[in-house]
């Protein structure tokens, strides 16, 4: 069975043609079993799975998107594709009602997965950045149980306009970072591949699509990273049986 990896879509009805992309690479990769793993972002901002009860009465056009891509993930499932959701830092609100909805498992972060005979960690990333104190501690707030029950607690405008806020403050914040601060932090990639025992790490978040050789206490581990996806092409990693992992960019009009 064919595995994919994919990240940080930032799927918003502002960006109709990234969305277009993945329904059509979707379509074209779950005609056969496959086993699909989205390592969060895959939306750029959920306010909640109530938003779906909206549908197209939700003038922004979010209810709207979110029902639909419930919809395509279903049929995906359908065809007998494993869909697999983590959350990321963007829709860290991600619920089982969407997650039903659309046929799919929410995992935790970190997941250690099999993908041929290896072991593999599979993270969003953003944890992985751990020189970056003010995201780290906002990071720490936004996992917490009563803040999220006290954003659910609010009105879907209100959510809407914080979701917003969150986006311009975060914007504003990262333009006045150091490019290292924002990327992940050696040792502790190297700390948290040592814990779980494995020597190849996917991941997302950073938006610097590589691999990376890593110097392990015994061996040479590989981090991958995923890139995210724009408005003309997308990013994943492909396992194949018997295959070496393969990160690749595609652009969507060379899709067949």
Not at 76 to 104: P, T, V, Y
Not at 164 to 179: D, F, P, V, Y
Not at 217 to 241: F, Q
Request: glycine share 8%.
């Amino acid at each position: 069975m064919t595995t994919l990896l994919i990240s940080d879509l930032h799927l918003t009805p502002a960006a109709p043609e990234i969305t277009a992309g993945f329904f059509a690479w979707l379509e074209r990769n779950t005609q056969s079993p496959a086993e699909l793993y989205i390592l969060g972002d895959f939306f750029d901002a959920w306010i909640g799975d109530d938003l779906m009860a909206l549908g197209d009465n939700d003038p922004t056009g979010h209810a709207t998107l979110a029902c639909e891509v419930a919809r395509r993930l279903r049929a995906a499932s359908e065809r007998d594709a494993r869909i697999k959701l983590m959350h990321g830092n963007r829709d860290f609100l991600l619920g089982e009602h969407f997650a039903s909805a659309a046929g799919a498992e929410l995992i935790g972060d970190p997941t250690l997965v099999k993908l041929g005979t290896d072991n593999v960690l599979l993270m969003h990333g953003d944890s992985l950045c751990t020189r970056d104190a003010a995201y780290m501690a906002f990071r720490a707030q936004a996992r917490d149980p009563q803040w999220q029950a006290g954003i659910l607690a609010m009105s879907i405008p209100e959510r809407l306009a914080l979701a917003q806020k969150l986006r311009e403050q975060s914007g504003e914040a990262n333009s006045n970072k150091a490019e290292d601060i924002m990327d992940v932090t050696p040792d502790e990639v190297i700390r948290i591949m040592t814990e779980q025992g494995v020597s190849t790490l996917i991941h997302g978040h950073t938006h610097r699509p590589d691999v990376h050789d890593i110097n392990l206490p015994d061996t040479i581990g590989k981090r991958y990273v995923l890139g995210d996806w724009g408005r003309t092409h997308g990013w994943e990693i492909r396992s194949e049986p018997g295959q070496p992992l393969k990160l690749s960019r595609f652009a969507y009009e060379e899709q067949p």
